[in-house]
């Protein structure tokens, strides 16, 4: 009939599958809470803190297998990548609780290494069915996509920690138990639901997912909020904590309304569209003319915003009846164009970016995985506490600092490094409290890092999109990701492993424990030195991209003046 009907099923089945993509993302952070069953590996394996420390890198090197569910998200459909990334993390955070529960003798060294490597492994295959399908499905929102995906990442280690606390008491076996039951139900329920579906065609569709956008992110502003209260209340027991899980589960299931939302929403329309089609008989030919004279439009805006040498290499073409002469020599692309991954390996602004980025990640990582030994040692007996905000800070890092550098890059065109600078001022201000040991530097300690921490994970990888273009972006991403592992290695494995067993007693049986300041002090003074070398880093890529940014933000002012 002409006429476009609203597809009120695959609207709702599209935000069914984000709902669920938002799930996957709040237990997939699993690999941030090492610390909360660290200490149970240690006694129980009689582990030197090298050794340890040792056992996290293990974990961490489990993401720098994430390349392969890259290449397989191109050939493997989505259900099929979480259900590999779920069984996975079954395996493997199923033989640590038969370990720490003791149901089992404790295996040798190198396969416990071997089964945290999985596990820390299989939330990259989650990862990567969530975030390339929900792009997909909504291209033309992909900021906020990732902004709120990502910031549920950050939420999922307090989410399971205070889930413990609350039900379980933080019993080590009991967190296992968790990690591994609690993301297998959770993905088998996305399997059902997650699927590529059309993205929005018209501007009309495009404001109603920005509309439901913004309530997600007040829920998830909402369930972090939550999380701290019930950290800084300290009621942990009895039914107090029964009804903080409830509630939180609750909050967690919320943005299941917006699909049904959408259904009724759309059904509605659609009712309403078909009331008016006898009224809209000459609207096909009068879309074709307008179809027609958009293209044409958009055919000259594309002519006219074409670089002076394809311009040229165009218009030879048309006077050679196709004929094409194509440049004996290539050039290479400068910053803002799009790189191939050779390309971007040969620039001295990817080294920058990527040394500054290992200076940001690979020193909190060494804070996040050793922040049980670090609890113990300054005194405290439980330090949950400590892994849940570093978490929830982290995810108000991860969601402000996008918003924020979007907002003064559109405003002023501010470089984007000059805020992974400005993290990693403030986070070596908090490595240096934390080495005076005073009373409560840890609380603030694990604030700023976990803040810093998400800042430096939400600002490089638009930052890495800008510079070097997107065609090639998920590969110059996974390489990005190796500080990852190599940061851990460097400043939790050897760092941190090194020095604390220089400090410590020996304990029968083989292990040894510090007690005290001195512990930690040196390596967070290493580590203070360290992310002063990123301002630096930091510093001078933006000063070396300030002309890309500039004209980003000559691009986006032109587009907002024209109404476009």
Known sequence: MGLVKSPSSSSALKWLGFVTAVWVQS????????????????????????????????????????????????????PV???????????????????????????????MCVFLCMGGNSTTWMNTAVLVTCIRNFRRNRGPVSGILKGYVGLSTAIFTDLCTALFSSDPASFLVLLSVVPFAVCLTAVLFLREIPPAATSDEENEESKYFAVFNIVAVVVAVYLQSYDIIGIKTGAFSIAFASILLILLASPIAIPFHAFIKNLNLKDHDEQEEEGR??????????????????????????????KLLKEEEEENHGTIMVPTEKK?????????????????????????????????????????????????TDVSI????????????????????????????????????????????GYLLMALAMPGSLYIGSMVVGVCYGVRLAITVPTASELFGLKYYGLIYNILVLNLPLGSFLFSGLLAGLLYDAEATPTPGGGNTCLGAHCYRLIFIVMAFVSIIGVGLDLLLAFRTKEIYAKIHASKKAKRSSGR
């Open 27 to 78: 237990i997939s952070g699993n690999n941030y809470t090492f610390s909360n069953y660290s200490d149970a590996l240690k006694s129980l394996m009689n582990l030197t803190q090298l050794e340890l420390n040792s056992l996290s890198v293990a974990k961490d090197i489990g993401k720098a297998f994430g390349i392969l569910a890259g290449l397989a998200s191109d050939r493997l459909s989505t």
């Open 386 to 429: 400590f892994v849940s905000m570093t978490s929830i800070w982290g995810f108000f890092g991860r969601i402000l600092s996008g918003t924020i550098s979007e907002h003064f890059i559109k405003k002023a065109g501010t470089p984007r490094p000059l805020w992974n600078a400005a993290s990693q001022i403030i986070m070596a201000v």
């Open 81 to 111: 990548i979480l259900l590999i990334g779920c069984f996975e993390g079954l395996l493997g955070y199923g033989v640590q609780w038969l370990v720490v529960s003791r149901t089992i003798q404790p295996l040798p060294y190198w396969q």
């Open 332 to 380: 290479r692309p400068v910053l803002g164009e799009e790189h191939t991954i050779y390309e971007t390996i040969l620039t001295v602004d990817f080294w920058v970016l990527f040394v500054s980025f290992l200076c940001g990640v690979g020193t909190g990582l060494a804070v996040m995985n050793n922040m049980g030994q670090i609890g113990l040692a300054l005194g405290y």
């Open 281 to 310: 008989i000459d609207e096909p030919l009068l879309r074709s003319e307008i179809v027609a004279e958009t293209v044409v439009g958009a055919a000259v805006t594309v002519d006219n915003e074409l670089p002076p040498s394809l």
